[in-house]
């Protein structure tokens, strides 16, 4: 029996996201994007504020093209990334960890003047994705409680600063004793990523998973300070 989404694709032939190429239902790219995006596992290990390691993985690096899809996923509304971003991130996912033992799939959140502006928060169209493919509940866990600066525009140490305090849990009910991936689109120096780990996991969550698109290598270390 065909699936949904191949029956759709008879009607509206899918597109690959990077060169806008006809692909197959079964395709999240055209196998000439496939080669070029250089697919890979980059994992890295974070520490909150708490003091708690973690790991965080990435199917990619920080450069092109993935560099340029994901401006174009965040800022013009090609909301279609979502689609192989979810997959790839899944795969590594699967490959690094025991996913069976994973209890929940959430995002890092965006203020919400921030999300208003841009419709969309791109870590969670992403993280459904993931959620919809590895058949793990996603949930909103987190809430944005506090407008900080964009976190590029900042030296490593305001980078640390700017961030403390501006997560917040939802439901600690709900994250108590589980193990939850945490989404988001780029890992830089892993402040942000940290910084909700450290929320999630003083709730009472066991164990938290980053999983990020892209991953910039070579940044300076984060910068662990209580």
Known sequence: MMSFRKILSIFFPAQCPF?????????????????????????TTLTTREGQKFEC????????????????????GAKNFAVPFGKYVADVLAESFDITKVDLITSVPLHRARKRERGFNQAEIF?????????????????????NKTQHELSQQERVENVKNVYAIIDSEAVKGKTIVICDDILTTGNTMAECA????????????????????????????K
Request: hydrophobic share 35%; charged share 35%.
């Open 57 to 76: 993985v990435a199917p990619f690096s920080y450069v092109e093209p993935i560099r340029g899809a994901i401006h174009d996923y965040k800022f013009k």
């Open 198 to 225: 450290n929320v999630i996991l003083k709730s009472g969550a066991r164990t938290v998973i980053g999983a990020t698109i892209a991953n910039v290598e070579n940044r300076p270390k984060t910068i662990d300070k």
């Open 19 to 43: 060169c806008k190429d006809i692909i197959s239902g079964d395709e999240v790219v055209c196998q000439s994007c496939e080669k070029k995006i250089n697919r890979k596992l980059i994992k």
């Open 127 to 147: 993280a459904k994705e993931v959620s919809r493919l590895m058949s793990i509940r996603y949930a909103e866990t987190l809430k944005k409680v506090k407008r």
